[in-house]
């Protein structure tokens, strides 16, 4: 069974810094593309950043210069540092496995979702 676990969330003021974390169990991940969603309350679920097999990233232009996703496959897990946080980063992020390596942006390319984990910004 497929799993996939964030975690790192939590409060920060504006221009604080977090590290989210995306563990991954009951398989390995190393071919498949990973990526960051966030969603807000009463918004649709946005893209954050990607990462394909081969290490190439994308990112939101929202998030651009300020958030750095990486993975580490030996220990099948994905990061996302985020820097110079900003209120309306506040939501819940979801790490997903999408369905081939690329770095789709589509979440609908993407078919495992974590719980995800909830990241507040204060001003």
């Known amino acids: 069974q497929a799993q996939l676990v964030e975690s790192g969330g939590g409060l920060v003021q504006a221009g604080g810094s977090l590290r989210l974390t995306c563990a991954a169990s009951?398989?390995?991940?190393?071919?498949?593309?990973m990526g960051w969603f966030r969603q807000a309350p009463g918004k649709a679920r946005e893209f954050v950043a990607a990462?394909?097999?081969?290490?190439?990233?994308k990112y939101a232009d929202s998030v651009k210069g300020r958030f750095t996703i990486s993975r580490d496959n030996a220990k099948n897990t994905v990061y996302v540092q985020m820097n110079s946080l900003k209120p309306e980063d506040t939501a819940v992020y979801y790490c997903?496995?999408?369905?081939?390596?690329?770095?789709?942006?589509?979440?609908?390319?993407?078919?495992?979702w974590g719980q995800g984990t909830q990241v507040t910004v204060s001003s």
């Open positions: 990462i394909s097999w081969s290490g190439i990233t």
């Open positions: 009951g398989r390995t991940y190393s071919s498949y593309a």
């Open positions: 997903a496995k999408a369905v081939a390596g690329i770095a789709y942006t589509d979440s609908s390319r993407y078919d495992y």
